[in-house]
């Protein structure tokens, strides 16, 4: 029997999910998480064979200690993921430290955290990136600035979702960032692309082949989103275009990527810049790990599936039946606390009752870049789901 560990399955909450399915076919799961046991939920509990409480899983001794006792009890670990981008390098040094050759390892950091580390192998596989320039001071960004113009995107180089990501629009903001950021961040500055952001999210096999491939579309800047307090809004695709189909298998094949579930953003091209002309796909970057909080839940209201289900056959026996249900678009919606919506949250969620599949309070940890209070539903059409947009942020 296969040991599985699963570092943090109790967050993002939805992640029992995968440990459902994982014992389900047949692994022994074995959790290590920060929250105490009797808190978990039920349904995590039965889907967890055993579950080692640590006092804080930024602790590696404490976590690497939780490894040491399950191999003690189970004996060898053939897996260990948290599936949660915040935890990749962890990880990966738990997979170095105790020899568990599935999985990303120490040594492959470098092209799949660090920014400026992705573009080399997005070029690789023919897709255009941002020029970029890793932060040094003024005079040196601004050499840089010249060849590309203002405005510049600035963000740490490891960085999760838009957390300290800026727009630079001029000298003074430029000079008022390098004196404020921290010094121990290594930031990098890219150009500024007028686009959307489309991604390409599969579940990978051990030959490099996906068993099931979808995309969301973000039509507004997450950067805004968690810069301004803004609502949130994205929606996983009805089908996938086959422009993002064909840049995503191509970057899984540059990046080598096995085993895993992935999600890959791309800029598409809203007017004609030097990255290209509109329409055109370019590189954003690579995260290896499914799209965040419930876009896995998402992707299966929008293709009759189980996403949970696809990634723990991958995990067991590296197939898994491909989806054959209708396809939706599934758009979330995200408001912020104390807006002063036209429609209340009772009222939204009547006009749409049919078509509501979630309505649930966001985690804190998540709030920033996703609203306070999200909704998500089904519809056939792109017209159906504008109007839901429409009404989930219209304003008194």
Known sequence: MKNFVFISPNFPTNYWKFCRELKNNGLN??????????????????????????SSLENYDEVYRAVAYFISRYGRIDWLESNNEYWLERDAMLRVDFHITSGWQVDDLARIKYKSGMKEYYQRAGIRTARWHIVDDFDGCMAFIKEVGFPVIVKPDNGVGASHTYKL??????????????????????????????????????????????????????????????????YIVKDLAEDVRAAGR?????????????????????????????????????????????????????????????????????????PTGEHFFCPFAGRRDGKPFALSHEAFAAKYAAQMRMMERIPDALSDAMGNQMFIAVFPTEEEMNAFYADAVRCE
Not at 30 to 35: A, H, I, S, Y
Not at 39 to 48: G, N, T, V, W
Not at 208 to 229: A, H, Q, R
Not at 305 to 315: E, R, S
């Open 169 to 234: 629009d001029d000298e003074n903001e430029l000079a008022a960032f390098l004196s404020e950021r921290d010094p121990g961040v290594r930031f990098i500055m890219e150009e500024f692309v007028t686009a959307e952001v489309n991604s390409y999210d599969a579940i990978i096999d051990s030959h490099g082949e996906p068993l099931f491939e979808t995309g969301n579309v973000t039509p507004y800047s997450i950067m805004d989103i968690v810069n301004n307090g803004d609502n949130s809004l994205y």
């Open 250 to 322: 191509a970057a899984v094949k540059s990046f080598g990527v096995k085993s895993r579930f992935v999600h890959f953003e791309f800029f598409r091209l809203t007017k004609d810049q030097y990255m290209g002309k509109s329409g055109d796909v370019v590189a954003l970057e690579v995260n290896m790990r499914p799209c965040g909080g419930f876009s896995p839940d998402m992707m299966n209201y929008a293709n009759s599936t189980d996403v949970y289900k696809i990634w723990a056959d991958m995990i067991a026996f590296d197939r898994s039946t491909k």
């Open 29 to 54: 799961v074995l959790g290590v998480g920060d929250q105490p046991y009797e808190e978990l939920m039920p349904e995590l509990k039965d889907s967890l064979n055993e579950y080692y409480k640590v």
